[in-house]
């Protein structure tokens, strides 16, 4: 019992440390900017731009808008935009195409920091964009066929965006907003990192780590990325890179292997991500299968991707 009570206060504190320090200064900060950019018309500008580009792919300008958060500012950043997404009454079928692109595509805070230990960043983020797009067009024409095209009324919270568009009322609503969505994040992400810290306690990933060792030498898959993996799929992109620069400061993970396997592990389809992304709104949560199933095949195209170019 007391092992279980201390699993928890770990997982409490590292949820709270993780919302509060990491996560809230970013989704503040990323939906003030998006509302100013909403205000100011730039957002339509990028939609109408965008939107013919991305059309085929099921996507919008928002949801580009989305990818370039991800890829260049933080698995996290996308959130807002979703959210936005949401508030603006954004059809269930096309939200579901851009939560499964999010989902497939390799996050900056992963991919910059493991850049430095060899990891080609530029073909990496090319790739994840050719896989995003997969798994957005994935999404609309195949799983998410039957999800309603009707646009939906926009919320409350976008209805005073555009009614007060002072600079002060901009922080105070997207302030709220972005704090809202935190506060509904925090309880998936304390369940996920227990599990996480129960499996590390139990030793389950350390017997699994062995147990599949036969298996991966046989296939012909390097054994130094057993840990990383598990690590990834259970504690998420920022364990990830802390795993792997520790391996590779002790000569066990090669920048082949970084490479090779990017296009598999560089995304925020974890259980930490899936319960991120899952919290930020009713919809989304709803939408989480349809978008799963275009992740993975986006995640699968990128994977064949990264093979073939390292």
């Known amino acids: 019992m007391q092992t279980i009570i201390e699993v928890l206060l770990q997982a409490g504190r590292s949820a709270v440390d993780v919302a509060l320090y990491t996560l809230l ?7 003030v900017l998006m509302r100013l950019l909403e205000v100011h018309g730039v957002l339509d500008r990028l939609v109408r731009l965008t939107a013919p580009l ?3 792919f099921g996507l919008t300008g928002l949801a580009i808008v989305a990818m370039l958060q991800i890829s260049f500012v933080s698995f996290v950043a996308p959130v807002t935009t979703l959210a936005l997404m949401d508030d603006r009454g954004e059809s269930d079928r096309r939200l579901a195409a851009a939560f499964a692109a999010i989902l497939a595509m390799a996050p900056a805070n992963a991919v910059f920091p493991l850049a430095a230990l060899g990891l080609s960043a530029g073909p990496v983020l090319l790739v994840s964009l050719t ?3 997969a798994a957005g067009a994935a999404t609309y024409w195949l799983f998410g066929r039957r999800l309603s095209t009707a646009a939906l009324p926009i919320t409350a ?3 005073e965006a555009r ?3 002072s600079f002060l009322s901009i922080i105070n609503v997207s302030g709220r907003e972005a704090i809202n969505i935190v506060v509904n994040i925090i309880p998936v ?3 996920s990192l227990a599990i996480v810290f129960a499996l590390q306690r139990s030793g389950a990933i350390s017997a699994l780590s062995l147990l599949l060792s036969p298996l991966l030498t046989w296939a012909g898959v390097d054994q130094a990325l057993v840990l990383p993996t598990m690590t990834k799929f259970l504690a998420g992109s920022t364990a990830l890179v802390g795993v792997s620069q520790h ?3 002790d000569g066990q993970l090669t920048a082949s292997s970084l490479n090779h396997s990017s296009g598999l592990l560089l995304h925020p389809l974890d259980l930490p991500g899936i319960g991120i992304f899952a919290s930020a709104g009713k919809r989304l949560a709803k939408l989480l299968l349809p978008a799963l199933a275009g992740a993975v ?4 195209f990128r994977g064949l991707g990264t093979m073939a170019i390292f």
């Open 25 to 31: 200064p970013i989704m503040v900060t990323m939906m």
């Open 297 to 300: 095949i986006g995640i699968a």
């Open 189 to 191: 992400l304390l369940l």
């Open 163 to 165: 009614q007060k568009p």
């Open 54 to 56: 991305v059309r085929p």
């Open 131 to 133: 896989g995003g797009l």
């Open 247 to 249: 391996m590779a400061h």
């Open 157 to 159: 919270v976008e209805a």
